[in-house]
DNA sequence: TTGTACGCGTTATCAG
DNA sequence: CTGATAACGCGTACAA
C-alpha cells in the first residue's frame, strides 16, 4: 500500500479509501490508485485488515469428517454461499474425537471468528460456543435420545408432545434442519401408495432423526390403517449388523415386503442382506433410503430414497449465522426420488 | 495480553516470553503468567501475530470438490497431518470452475500462505501459484494427454520413453503420486493370476493416471502371452456413456471376460451394464476396480479393487509442501483388496 | 531476569 | 477532497 501511495504522491489513507471506493475520493484518483494497485499486484493483507477492524469474514465450520458423502455436499454448499457472500469458511474436521472439538473452537477464537456453523454436532459445541459469544447455526443437530422412547414409539404407545424438527429453539442458536418426520412419512406413504400390506422398518441409532423417521413411518401407516409392523433394531451403527438384522427378519418373513429404512447406508446393508437370501428387490422386497447420496443412484437396482437438499442445508446455515434470516429453525423437506428398487407387490 | 500482564504487575512483553516458555524467564513467573492466562481465557490473536511476524501456519488447499468420497478422503489427511504439524488448512472448492481458481490464490495471498497444495488440479493452478513464490505440492497432477497417445499404447504400438507416475518433476513443485501404472498391473495380473484369458479394459478419460493405468493393463497382459487385447472407450466421462460401451462390448462377447475398469466409478458401471446385460458378476464377468472408494465395499457384488492410500498421499504432501521430506516426486503403491467380483473362468 | 519501544499493514478519526 | 496520526495485538532488539 505504501507503494502504490509512494507512486502517485498519495498518502496511504487515500489509497485505503480509493480501495474501498469512498465516494469522499474523487473519481480521478480512484481510477489512477485502482490502475496502480493492478499493476504493482498489490493485494491487502487480511492479517492487518483484521487486526485493524476486528472483523474477519470468517466463517468457522465444524464436522465429524468429509470424507463422506453426505457432509461433503452440505460443506459445499456453506463454502459456494459463503463465498458468494465474501466469506471464507474455515473447516475443521473432528474425527469424532471430543478433545478435537475444543481444539477446533480454540482455533476459531484465536482466528477471532465469530460465526460458527456446525454439521451433526455433538451438543457440547454449540453450546460453549454461544458461550463465547459466537453466532451459531446447526446444521441437522441430532442429539441423544433414549432407547425407551425408541420402543415406546415403535409399540404404538403415545407419543410425547412436542417432538419436532429439532430440540426446542434454544437461544442464540439457529437450527436448519432436514424434514426427517416428513421424511419417514414420504417413503412410507410410496410404499402404502403401491399397495404393499406387510411392511417394516430398519431404524438408526439413537438419536433424533432417527426417532422422527421411525414415527414418520408410524404416523403413514396409521392413517393407512396398516399399523402396528414390525421395526427392527441393529445391535450396533455398522454395516455388518444392520445386514444381520434384515437377513434375521428375512428368514422369518414372507414376501412381498416392502421395507423403510433409516438411511441410504442401511438401505445398501439391506440390499446385500436380501441378495444373500435370494430376495429379489424389487419383486420381493421393495427398499426405500432416506438422504439420497451420490452412490444411491449406482446401486443395484438403484435405490428408491428420499432425497436431502444438502447443498441448500449448508447454504442456508451460512445464511442463518450471517443473520440474513431472522428465523430460528428452518426446517427442509425432503424429495421422493423413484428408482428400481420399489415396486407394487405382485 | 495487556490484561495478563496488568494482573501480574509485569510488562507485555515478559508475557509473551513467558507463553512461549522462554528460558530466559524465571520459572516462577512463567507458571504465574501460564496460571493467569488460563483464568483469563487468554486467546493469541492469530492476526497480530501474522501481522507481526508474517509466517501465517496456514497451508492453502485447493481441489475441484469435497462431495465425491474420494477427495474427501485426501482432504481428511491433509486436515489431520496439518494439524499434528500446527497448521491450520484453509480449504477452497472450485466445482470446476477457472475463474475461481484464481480467486482461490487471490485469498491465499491475501492471507499469506506460503504453502498451497492441490489435488488433481488443472494445470495452471500451481505454476501461478509457484510465479508467486509459494511453496507447492500436487497430488495426482492429472495433465491431459492427446487420444492418438492412447490408441498408440491401447494397440500395442511403442510407447514414449519416460511415461512415468508424473510428469518430469517441474521446478519447485512436489509430487505425490499414485502408482498408476503399477495399479493396471496388479489389477491385471490378479486377473490373470485367476487363470483368465479373455480380457478387455475400460478406459478413463484422456489423461496421464488413465494413460498409465492402461499401460500396466497392457505390461502385464504382455509378459503373461495375453497380449492384444480389447481397450474400450467411453464417449464421455459420464456414467452412461460408460454403461453403454460396456454394454456394447458384452452383446458381442462371449463369457467368461476378465475386465480391468479405469476407476471403481467405472466398475460400477460396468456392473450395471453386466446385470441389464443379464451377464452373472463374477461367473461370466469378473471386475477389479481402481481406487477403492468407501462404496466398493457395498456394491452388488463387493468391488475388487486396487486401493489408493488416499489418506497418506494428503498426509505427505503436508509433509512435502513443509519441507519435512526432500524428495521431488513421491510415488505410492496400490495395494490389492479382493471382494466377491472376480472369480476364475469355471 | 525483565522492561521499553518500535513496527508489522490497515483503517478510522480528526484536522485541513 | 486529502493528509497526518494513532491504534489494533503481538514479537523482538536493545537496554537495564
Known amino acids: 500500500m505504501k507503494d502504490v501511495a509512494a507512486q502517485l504522491g498519495v498518502s496511504t489513507a487515500t489509497v485505503s479509501r480509493a480501495l474501498k471506493d469512498d465516494p469522499a475520493i474523487s473519481l480521478a484518483t480512484r481510477q489512477a490508485v485502482a490502475e496502480v494497485a493492478q499493476r504493482v499486484q ?171 423417521r421411525l414415527l414418520g413411518y408410524r404416523q403413514a401407516l396409521a392413517e393407512a390403517g396398516l399399523w402396528p409392523q414390525p421395526v427392527l433394531t441393529a445391535t450396533e451403527p455398522v454395516m455388518q449388523s444392520r445386514e444381520a438384522a434384515v437377513a434375521e427378519f428375512l428368514n422369518r418373513a414372507q414376501p412381498p415386503i416392502a421395507m423403510v429404512a433409516y438411511d441410504d447406508m442401511s438401505a445398501v446393508a439391506a440390499l446385500h442382506a436380501a441378495h444373500r437370501a435370494g430376495w429379489r428387490v424389487p419383486d420381493d422386497l421393495s427398499v426405500v433410503g432416506i438422504d439420497d447420496i451420490q452412490f444411491a443412484a449406482y446401486t443395484n437396482p438403484g435405490l428408491t430414497t428420499v432425497a436431502q437438499p444438502k447443498h ?35
Open 42 to 212: 498489490y493485494r491487502p493483507s487480511a492479517a492487518a485488515r483484521r487486526l485493524r477492524t476486528k472483523s474477519t469474514s470468517l466463517i468457522g465450520v465444524v464436522m465429524q469428517s468429509v470424507g463422506d458423502g453426505y457432509i461433503g455436499a452440505v460443506v459445499l454448499g456453506i463454502q459456494s454461499r459463503a463465498r458468494e457472500l465474501g466469506y471464507q469458511p474455515l473447516f475443521f474436521a473432528t474425527e469424532g474425537r471430543t478433545d478435537l472439538e475444543s481444539q477446533a473452537l480454540d482455533v476459531f477464537l484465536s482466528e477471532q471468528v465469530t460465526e460458527l456453523i456446525t454439521v451433526s454436532p455433538s451438543a457440547s459445541v454449540p453450546r460453549q460456543a454461544v458461550a463465547e459469544g459466537l453466532h451459531v447455526a446447526v446444521i441437522n443437530s441430532d442429539e441423544a435420545v433414549s432407547a425407551r422412547l425408541f420402543s415406546r414409539v415403535a409399540s404404538g404407545r403415545a407419543v410425547p408432545d412436542g417432538l419436532d424438527a429439532c430440540r426446542d429453539a434454544e437461544p442464540m442458536i439457529k437450527h436448519i434442519a432436514f424434514d426427517d418426520l416428513g421424511a419417514g412419512r414420504l417413503a412410507t406413504t410410496h410404499l402404502t401408495g403401491l399397495g404393499h400390506r406387510s411392511f417394516v422398518h430398519l431404524r438408526g441409532p439413537n438419536v433424533r432423526s432417527s426417532l422422527l
Open 312 to 346: 441448500r442445508l449448508g447454504a442456508l446455515a451460512v445464511d442463518a449465522v450471517l443473520e440474513k434470516n431472522a428465523a430460528e429453525v428452518t426446517v427442509l423437506d425432503g424429495e421422493l426420488v423413484v428408482r428400481e428398487s420399489t415396486a407394487g407387490p405382485s
